[in-house]
């Protein structure tokens, strides 16, 4: 019976209860032994109801008597699909366990804290039920102090009915993701989060779970960088002489207030080409060559003549070009020009040199 059990996948067994070398208890044991869930009827004619409660107590399916073997076939069927069914849920146990333990894993080792809480538009949040590794990190709390923390505790008192009213939103579904939320750890020091939300369902029950994503380091640069673009942009609007940004193309991209009062007359001028807001012109003049002669770096210099709208000279520039390179592969992209008013130097070297 040890080699058939290891030989085949059996769907039944129906062991006598007497054998001259054997008996069915012991066929039973051996069943029990190789760990098999085959479904064990036993058969006799002649033991009592004692021993057929004894082996039905040791784990047998089923016992029927000889004289009622009638029985056999209907109790062969149902045993078969009630091993059918106990094999199922087997699997499905099986399933569950491995979903668990993964989804486990994936809980504990994500790099964003995760929170998970019960949540009602009516009650609001209730007390953590359970968080990860790194939401204990990120806010400086252990895992049983979680326990009697829930979402007003670990922010800010006055951004919490903004907060609040997010969650609604994310449990709506109306929206996912809400960014730079502040966000209070144990020792107070507020930083800040992106923050979503999603329904999830844990032990049996409905529960939301935020996920924190710390964009500290991001909120702080692009701070700076705007602290950094308003302090350029002040310097660019408080420069005395005229300051033009250019394509590659000519088309001026920008220019600050001096150059607006200079070419009032041919306002906008952002968005066209600098020949044409600057000289009425249709195609390239003096002031735009320079543009194609610093793709070697080095800035250049020319004193041009100021015009007006239909060409007349009325002054003198001086201008500087600079290239304005991409910092990722160096390439110039554009031109800075910085122009000077010398008209009135110029007037007076040439009264000078007619003096002399």
């Given at each position: 019976m040890s080699e058939e059990l290891q030989s085949d996948m059996w769907d039944v067994i129906i062991a006598d209860y007497n054998l001259p070398n054997f008996s069915g208890p012991e066929a039973l044991k051996l069943l029990k032994a190789a760990g098999l869930d085959i479904p064990f009827i036993a058969v006799s004619g002649s033991i009592g109801e004692n021993n057929a409660d004894e082996i039905l107590k040791q784990g047998a399916h089923d016992f029927i008597t000889k004289t009622n073997l009638s029985r056999l076939i209907p109790a062969i069927e149902r045993e078969i699909g009630d091993s059918n069914i106990r094999k199922q849920q087997k699997e499905t146990e099986i399933a569950l366990h491995q979903s668990e333990e993964q989804y486990r894993m994936l809980f504990e080792t994500a790099k964003d804290g995760l929170f998970l809480f019960l949540y009602s538009t009516a009650n609001g949040p209730s007390k953590f039920i359970k968080v990860n590794l790194a939401a204990c990190k990120m806010l400086g709390y252990e895992p049983s102090e979680f326990r009697n923390l829930s979402v007003p505790d670990i922010h800010p008192a006055e951004s919490l009915p903004y907060i609040l009213s997010q969650l609604d939103k994310q449990k709506r579904k109306e929206i996912s993701l809400v960014r730079d939320i502040p966000v209070k750890p144990k020792n107070g020091t507020i930083f800040y989060a992106d923050i979503n939300s999603f329904d999830i369902i844990y032990e049996g029950r409905k529960c939301l779970m935020g996920i924190f994503r710390d964009i500290t380091d991001r909120k702080l640069a692009e701070d700076a960088l705007k602290k950094s673009e308003r302090f350029l942009s002040n310097i660019f609007q408080s420069i005395q002489d005229g300051v033009t940004v250019i394509d590659l193309d000519m088309k001026i991209l920008q220019v600050n207030p001096t150059i607006e009062k200079w070419y009032a007359h041919a306002m906008p001028l952002v968005g066209k080409k600098c020949y044409e807001a600057y000289h009425g012109r249709d195609k390239v003049c003096e002031i735009c060559p320079t543009i194609t002669t610093l793709d070697n770096g080095k800035a250049a210099y020319e004193v041009v003549p100021k015009r007006t709208?239909?060409?007349?000279?009325?002054?003198?520039?001086?201008?500087?070009?600079?290239?304005?390179?991409?910092?990722?592969?160096d390439k110039m992209n554009g031109v800075i020009e910085y122009v000077r008013d010398v008209t009135e130097k110029k007037k007076v070297e040439e009264k000078l040199n007619k003096n002399e």
């Open positions: 709208i239909d060409g007349k000279i009325i002054g003198w520039l001086d201008l500087y070009s600079f290239p304005l390179k991409d910092t990722a592969d």
